[in-house]
């Protein structure tokens, strides 16, 4: 499993679909991919490079980024597989800005006190 922040993916996924809504086929993709990685245990980050491994219902597993082995994929055709690596990569990139942005909020309110110790 994921355990990818729900609030996080969501935000993440109302962008995409704003983004996507001219495209039929992503959005269709999006919306399985979303699914999919709240609910398939058989989906884990791949760990030498981003992306995902995906164990499908169907028996095949697929290593998705900008790419994947599926048949939609062959044909040209979105998938849910690159999307699902596109949604997670965008959720781990605004997860780190929060933390980031909190550690930068942490810094400043304890450099803060310190200043107001001064005056004290």
């Not at 399985?32 to 169907?58: M, T």
């Not at 062959?74 to 965008?90: D, K």
């Amino acid at each position: 499993m994921l355990n990818l922040n729900v609030t996080t993916l969501s935000q993440v996924v109302d962008k995409a679909m704003s983004d996507a809504s001219a495209h039929p086929r992503w959005l269709t993709a999006i919306n399985r991919a979303c699914v999919e990685v709240l609910s398939n245990p058989w989906i884990e980050r791949h760990a030498d490079h981003p992306g995902l491994i995906i164990g499908s219902e169907s028996g095949n597993c697929y290593s998705a980024n900008g790419v994947c082995q599926c048949k939609a994929f062959e044909y040209g055709q979105p998938c849910w597989h690159r999307a699902a690596a596109r949604l997670v990569r965008l959720h781990d990139e605004a997860q780190a800005a929060q933390s980031s942005r909190a550690a930068k909020i942490a810094a400043a309110a304890a450099a803060t006190a310190l200043l107001n110790e001064c005056f004290v």
